[in-house]
């Protein structure tokens, strides 16, 4: 399949087209920056040059499937947390949805569901759940997938993945790209919202 | 009417509370705080206490009509801007909604139609523009007033109310309060959405 990752030069979205590209699909990288380009060229991903605060339409040409892993980081403000996390993820699933995508994948958070009583960074819970919500009502097939505290190390391969009530745990970012990968390969959206934590099912077992 | 004013502490809620008395109609100042019961108190408008941060829905009851002019203010960071201007917004509009209100009026702001070509503060038009969006798929009667840039002098009475295009302009809070009074008053909600700058027609005529 054809797969746009929207933030690819992040690291979760970065992972998302390498290990696409390794099950045999077609990713493509959307990336900001004519300097990103290389890394994603050294590796035989297509990339498409793009940015979330401008029109990014042109991006979505031919592609059967959207990953949005973008996210505007902890080192700039609020602003931005609107701006990217939650209005760049809604002009992507418009333009998905525009351009005939039929399956929608986004890195969501595991707060996003009750953003009200989120203990902390409440308005990015509320970012995140409008845009979770943008998604659903969008009449796109999709997974929404809520990852607990994100981490560095190194993937295991095994996870919880699972509906209803969110439990507290962390899970390394490279887990949340092989779930989004799984969930792409897959190929079978059925409109789910998924917690993912740490756990022992292997990802390929996981949905 | 029975008329909820949701931020009605601030500079316009508070006139378009005194405002809606003056004409006869029954204000219920919703604010925050015990102490700022009494300045509503010594002119005989009643209040609520209720908090946009918690559950607020006991404050609907019997209410016919909501202004809501709440808004985090300039003080306060990106934040606020989700959690009190969009989020609150989207809140108030489900809980009025829940309580069978029948006309719903916003302060809004001339650049929230087109959030994504805003010259500045983007993020507070997106989340301007979130909630409007919200009202206007909710199903309630609406009244979207987006005025220009706000100044603290007295009113004029006359006005500049228009729909479309949006023009740059200022406009004295009191001026946006006694519209928001007049279109309650009016109560012909045409689910219109204007903008709102200084000009020559009196507040009486501009809808």
New interface residues.
């Given amino acids: 399949m054809r797969v746009l990752v929207v933030g690819a030069n992040g690291q979760i979205g970065h992972q998302v087209a390498e290990k696409l590209k390794e099950k045999g699909h077609d990713p493509v990288a959307m990336v900001r920056k004519e300097e990103q380009v290389g890394q994603f060229k050294d590796k035989g991903i297509e990339t498409v040059l793009a940015d979330l ?1 401008k029109d990014f339409s042109h991006a979505f040409e031919n592609m059967e499937a959207v990953v949005f892993a973008a996210g505007s980081g902890g080192s700039t ?7 990217i996390d ?2 760049g993820a809604i ?1 992507t699933v418009d333009n998905a949805r525009e351009a005939g995508v039929k399956h929608f994948a986004i890195v969501s958070s595991i707060g996003a569901g009750d ?2 009583n989120a203990d902390q ?3 990015y819970m ?2 995140k759940h ?1 845009a979770d919500e943008h998604l659903k009502a969008s009449g796109l097939d999709y997974t929404i997938i809520r990852p607990g505290m994100l981490q560095n190390e190194a993937g295991t391969g095994r996870v919880k993945l699972f509906e209803g009530e969110p439990e507290v745990g962390n899970v390394p970012r490279e887990d949340v790209a092989a779930v989004l990968v799984h969930a792409i390969d897959k190929n079978q959206p059925a409109n789910k919202v998924y917690n993912l934590i740490e756990g022992d099912t292997p990802v390929e077992e996981s949905i």
Same sequence: chains 1, 2.
């Fill in positions: 605060e403000g609020a602003d931005k947390t609107i701006v939650q209005e002009e953003p009200k960074i409440k308005h509320y970012a409008r």
